[in-house]
């Protein structure tokens, strides 16, 4: 019994030995070569399919044929939709800024803004939006008037609004007779109700 129990503590002996010996000196960088250079650094997920391989194949292909730009053809759908609504918070419309009287909607003059002389037949640039800022459409312009605010008379011109454009409207036949300040006040169908834009104009000889 104890001749098998000294037996027993030389096999010990001997793994403690290259235990040790392997864990300092060369022999541990040895041991651990095939860990630091093996196929995670160098194998396939460096170099094989998914850096050159069939993976990829679909999206490289895409990008030769179409790099980006509103006239590719393989993402034409998302091109088309980027070149008419290229993302982001609409965009604010120029000119003179006048909410309606239920405000609900916002309209932005154009031509007048330095004002206008009297005499002289003007048509005006319109854009109507609503509240959160997309355009407006199709609105029903049912009647229109440009008076002088303190004299209480028009032109003998009656102004007409057109629309050229989603959301754009011209308004034609803006004339003034003399110089003051003059109101022009466009009524249409809005949401459900009357609904109307005034804005004053001033006029000059």
């Known amino acids: 019994m104890m001749k098998k129990t000294m037996s027993t503590l030389g096999v010990c002996g001997v793994l403690l030995a290259a235990c040790t010996s392997g864990s300092s000196g060369g022999g541990g960088d040895t041991a651990l070569t095939p860990i630091d250079t093996g196929a995670l650094d160098t194998g396939a997920l460096d170099s094989g399919a998914l850096d050159t391989g069939t993976m990829a194949g679909t999206a490289e292909t895409s990008l030769a044929a179409d790099p980006g730009g509103a006239t590719g053809t393989v993402d034409t759908a998302v091109d088309t939709a980027l070149a008419t609504d ?26 007048a803004e330095a004002g206008i002389t009297a005499g002289k037949i003007l048509t005006l640039g319109l854009t109507v939006t609503v509240a959160d800022g997309a355009l407006a459409p199709g609105l029903d312009f049912t009647k229109a008037t440009f008076i002088h605010t303190q004299m209480g008379h028009g032109s003998g011109k009656i102004p007409e609004t057109v629309e050229t454009a989603a959301g754009s409207y011209t308004v034609k036949n803006v004339a003034a007779s003399m110089a003051g300040t003059w109101r022009l006040t466009l009524t249409f169908a809005g949401t459900g109700a009357s609904d109307t834009f005034a804005y004053d104009v001033e006029v000059t000889k």
Do not use: D, H, L, Q
């Not at 993302?87 to 609900?104: A, H, L």
């Open 86 to 111: 290229p993302g982001g918070p609409p965009k604010t419309p120029e000119g003179i800024k006048v909410m309606s009287t239920s405000g609900s909607y916002v309209a932005y003059f154009t031509g």
